[in-house]
């Protein structure tokens, strides 16, 4: 099956999928609305992602290893009677996950050092009180290459515009229409 490189990618993704399955259509589903205690606890668990996040970023300098940012974050989360979400989910050995350049996503801490150009993606997940909050970031190790300085900015406004529209009764299609 000879395709231009995006003509007909819904036709293709369609054909692939197993026909037997059956998706929910999410703009369907009726939105689940949680008690003060609920999202308190939501919102407990995410700010300490947020603030784990932040010393994540804080260890990430140039020299430094992924595994020192692993430790920060690590420390910042037990410091808080919390537990890191990754550790031993699918087997994964570490309490964060750290993506280095051209490595897309759930990268493992190891000890190569930081260098001035890298780009590093740290993304965090902390379980608190029966909740997990989840979030990561993008950070620029010394001069970064400005195309990838560019495709940073540009996702993350991306990212906000989509953020700016969610409330109770936008359906979920309209994030990717305002990405």
Do not use: W
Not at 124 to 151: E, F, R
């Amino acid at each position: 099956l000879q395709l231009g490189k995006f003509q007909n990618t819904l036709s293709v993704l369609h054909m692939s999928a197993n026909k037997d399955q059956d998706f929910a259509d999410l703009n369907s589903l009726p939105i689940v609305r949680h008690e003060k205690e609920v999202i308190d606890k939501l919102r407990d668990s995410a700010q300490l992602a947020s603030s784990t996040l932040s010393e994540g970023m804080k260890a990430a300098v140039q020299g430094a290893t992924t595994d020192d940012i692993d430790k920060a974050v690590h420390e910042h989360i037990i410091k808080h009677d919390a537990y890191p979400t990754p550790i031993d989910y699918m087997h994964f050995p570490k309490s964060v996950c750290t993506s280095v350049n051209e490595v897309l996503c759930h990268g493992i801490p190891d000890e190569r050092p930081l260098r001035s150009g890298d780009y590093c993606n740290i993304d965090v997940t902390c379980y608190l009180n029966g909740y997990h909050g989840d979030n990561s970031a993008m950070v620029m190790i010394g001069k970064v290459h400005p195309d990838i300085q560019k495709l940073i900015r540009v996702t993350r406004e991306a990212m906000f515009k989509a953020i700016e529209i969610c409330k109770p009764g936008v359906p979920y299609s309209k994030i990717g229409e305002v990405i």
